[in-house]
């Protein structure tokens, strides 16, 4: 039974902190794109340096 748990949590995190993500952006429509916009620079900016590091065995 908690293996189960375990399993449908591991199933809904990345779900539950996508939902609260939105829960995040600002209510103005301009805004929320700036927000949005921004995270996706971000994340291309951690990709970047990803593909940089050596990656570790």
Known sequence: MA??????????????????SYQDLPPDKALAALAIEDK????????RHSSILPCRS
């Open 3 to 20: 293996e189960h748990r375990k399993e449908l949590e591991k199933k809904t995190k990345p779900i539950l902190d996508t939902l609260r």
């Open 40 to 47: 996706k620079r971000q994340y291309a900016e951690i990709m």
